[in-house]
Each structure stands twice: as C-alpha cells, then as structure tokens.
C-alpha cells in the first residue's frame, strides 16, 4: 500500500502563492486533484515520474506548476495568482501504470492510490 501524505495547505489572500507537497515512495504517475465544497474531485495536475511531461487543467494552467524530486520521493504544487475559486481540499493521487496517458489523468478512476488532502483556503 502506498502512503501519501499532503502538507502545505491553509488560507491565503487572494492574488497570493502557496506551495502544497505530498511525500510518496514509488515509481509512479503523481497527481493533484481539488474538491470545492459541493462539487465533484476535479483534475488539477500530473507529472510522470520521469519529470519530462507535465500536464494541467485548463483552470490552474499558468498559475500552477507541478514539479517532482524523486530523490526526496516528493511532489510539489507551485500555486500563484490565487483566486478564491481555488478554494478546496487538495489531494495527491497516484498512478500505477508505468504507461503516460495523459488522456486519462482527468479521470479520478485512473488513479490507485490517495492521500488524505489538505485544504487551501483563498480569501477575497
């Protein structure tokens, strides 16, 4: 079983940057996902373990930057430009399949395991 453990998380004011980190061992897909309160766990973001690829949803594409060390077996989510929309739980999810399938990191039944989140709060 694989552990994933978020930190980084809390209120920020809008227009400002946070950082989230989840700490996974494995070589695997890593990605984020947010829930808003009332709405469906959303795709934010995905990197292959080899760090080459790097994708993103249309809402956070340009103000996120996901990023990987894999000697410290920690991923990383670089949030700028913060918007109260951005409020939510964030998780870190990851993927077994050694395959890159960008086409199906959106979709939450592609990922094997998840951390517990931790929540960012953007205020206006």
């Known amino acids: 079983q694989v552990q994933l453990v978020e930190s980084g998380g809390g209120v920020v004011q809008a227009g400002g940057s946070l950082r989230l980190a989840c700490a996974a061992s494995g070589r695997y897909t890593m990605g984020w996902f947010r829930q808003a309160p009332g709405q469906e766990r959303e795709f934010v973001a995905a990197i292959p373990w080899s760090g080459l690829n790097t994708y993103y949803s249309d809402s956070v594409k340009g103000r996120c930057t996901i990023s990987r060390d894999n000697a410290k077996n920690t991923i990383y989510l670089q949030m700028n430009s913060l918007k109260p929309e951005d409020t939510a739980v964030y998780y870190c999810?990851?993927?077994?399949?050694?395959?890159?399938?960008?086409?199906?990191?959106?979709?939450?039944?592609?990922?094997?395991?998840w951390g517990q989140g931790t929540q960012v709060t953007v205020s206006s």
């Open positions: 999810a990851a993927d077994r399949s050694p395959l890159n399938r960008p086409l199906s990191y959106s979709n939450r039944a592609t990922w094997d395991y």
